[in-house]
């Protein structure tokens, strides 16, 4: 089930000595956080309440509601709702005009750099949260004036977002759906080539995983595949020089903001032709292997697969896992 109707989901990190739930990188929404984002061990959810206009406003507004969690996980055991955070256009800053809670103006903070819009001092518990609404209201005359525009990489009618528990800590942030274990497919470890031009070539498989490494009944179940995303280092831009799919040479994307990653974008295969996919990097100095290349600096490197998404009653999926270069054999990441 959505998170809201059509609130986008959220990257969930999984490192093979690391907690997936606590993982702290850039790659993951929220940014540079520490904190528990599996959904299914937080009671709340938000859901798009309405779209409209008041003069030469956008008001865009979300409420939050609540649904059965995890008992035995932390973030479950009453947790209050202290804060919410969207990810949001860098650009949109100037655009954005006020943001009200329950109709009451609020403040807040835009960090424009990581693309996060942050509102604090929620003061709500699992008794009071339910139908809270947030409200953020654009320049209607402006290039922010709808979700899709307003809100960071995100799909037509769209927002990521994050829900904290605090203020004294802050170690519960639930986003929907990045869990690997909902998302039939995965990448291989890669196959790694030496070229002639002396730059390395990584290829990677879609594998489609065993029924019982994966939950069949989740909505991503049967997810389609549109790009795949590896989370990098900023200072190894221009390290790529091409990817491929299935041998069809792509440009390099190598995304600088609001976070660095590679992007294979246009896969555009169903879930039936999904697996057996072969995504390859061309890599050249300065990182020209896993270990230069990747941020978690261990020799091996965070991915997401995404799909579609975006369509009504279809579920945003992007499961996140690793890969690990077989120059470090030692790391087991399946």
Do not use: W
Request: proline letters at 7%; a negative charge; one cysteine or more.
């Amino acid at each position: 089930m959505r998170v809201f109707s059509l609130v986008s989901s959220i990257l969930l990190g999984i490192v093979a000595s690391t907690s997936a739930r606590v993982v702290s990188n850039d790659l993951l929404f929220p940014p540079r956080c520490v904190c528990d984002r599996l959904p299914k061990n937080s009671p709340y959810r938000l859901r798009l309440s309405s779209v409209g206009s008041e003069g030469t406003i956008t008001k865009i507004c979300f409420t939050v509601f609540t649904t059965p969690c995890d008992s035995n996980e932390y973030c479950c055991q009453n947790q209050p709702l202290y804060k919410a955070e969207f990810a949001v256009e860098p650009m949109c800053k100037s655009e954005l005009d006020k943001v009200t809670v329950d109709d009451i103006e609020k403040s807040y903070i835009y960090d424009a750099t990581l693309g996060v819009l942050r509102i604090t001092q929620l003061n709500k518990t699992l008794d009071t949260a339910t139908g809270m609404e947030i409200c953020m209201y654009t320049k209607m005359a402006g290039p922010c004036s709808t979700i899709d525009t307003f809100c960071n990489k995100a799909r037509p009618e769209a927002c990521k977002y994050a829900l904290f528990n605090g203020p004294e800590k802050k170690d519960c942030c639930p986003c929907t759906n990045r869990d690997p274990t909902d998302a039939p497919f995965q990448l291989s470890d890669p196959v790694v080539t030496e070229l002639d031009d002396g730059m390395q070539s990584y290829c990677f498989t879609i594998e489609h995983k065993n029924t019982t490494d994966y939950n069949t009944g989740s909505p991503c179940s049967k997810m389609s595949v549109y790009k795949v995303e590896f989370d990098v280092k900023g200072s190894c831009h221009g390290t790529l020089a091409y990817s491929s799919v299935d041998g069809v040479k792509k440009p390099p994307f190598f995304q600088m903001k609001p976070y660095p990653t590679i992007k294979v974008n246009n896969i555009n295969k169903g879930y039936t032709y999904a697996e057996g996919t072969e995504i390859c990097l061309v890599l050249r100095e300065p990182c020209s292997d896993l270990l230069s290349l990747c941020s978690l600096n261990s020799g091996q490197c965070l991915y997401g697969i995404f799909n579609f998404g975006g369509t009504p009653g279809v579920e945003d999926c992007c499961p996140l896992s690793v890969v690990t270069d077989p120059a470090y054999p030692q790391l087991a990441s399946k």
